[in-house]
């Protein structure tokens, strides 16, 4: 399968007009593909290059993107990525739990790691035209999410920290990797 695990780092925040993730504009798109186990990112007019690569998917993955990156990704891309399947942890997590964890919480607590930053800052470097230090902030976060998800895959759980404390939260892993029956017929909207 080829899984593309991503993350947005946004131009602006809600706020000012905006309310819904479909509403914001995109800074920065950062993506690991497993079929050449590398690492890429976009801006917003590199995104075209990008567009073959989702195509391609078998399985997309994120945290927080069914909600967030998903529809704001929508907005820019000229098919429907909601044809392609994904899998958004932070959502696993909050139907298990019935509330949403922090990403910062779950890398903690499965991985040992924290990110790098949070999203205020990388707002503040993005008007401040340091793309560097978010293109870096983007894809740690991206590395975080991937490793988060092969970990789920493997043990079939993920732990949080959480007020000193270690939880973990068993995910029904099954059904990830199964390959949507379209009879080799294309699912997408672009038809590459």
């Known amino acids: 399968m080829r899984v593309i695990t991503f993350d947005i780092e946004t131009a602006n925040w809600f706020g ?30 590199e995104l075209t290059r990008m567009w073959k690569v989702l195509e391609e998917a078998d399985l997309l993955v994120g945290y927080n993107s069914d909600h967030f990156d998903i529809p704001l990704l929508n907005k820019y891309y000229p098919g429907d990525l909601t044809k392609i399947p994904s899998v958004d942890l932070m959502k ?13 919480a779950v890398a903690d607590g499965t991985l040992g790691k924290k990110k790098s930053g949070h999203g205020g800052q990388s707002l503040v470097w993005w008007r401040n035209g340091e793309v560097e230090k978010v293109r870096k902030y983007c ?10 998800y092969d970990h789920a895959l493997k043990n079939g759980s993920l732990k949080y920290r959480e007020l000193g404390s270690l939880h973990e939260v068993k995910l029904n892993t099954e059904k990830w990797h199964t390959p949507k029956s379209n009879n080799g017929a294309m699912t997408y909207t672009l038809g590459f």
């Open 16 to 45: 000012n007009g905006a309310s819904e993730p479909s509403e914001l504009e995109i800074a920065l798109v950062g993506m690991h593909d497993s079929a050449t186990d590398t690492y890429d990112s976009f801006l917003v007019p």
């Open 92 to 104: 696993e997590i909050y139907d298990v739990l019935g509330r949403r964890v922090r990403l910062d």
């Open 139 to 148: 894809l740690k976060d991206v590395e975080l999410t991937r490793n988060l």
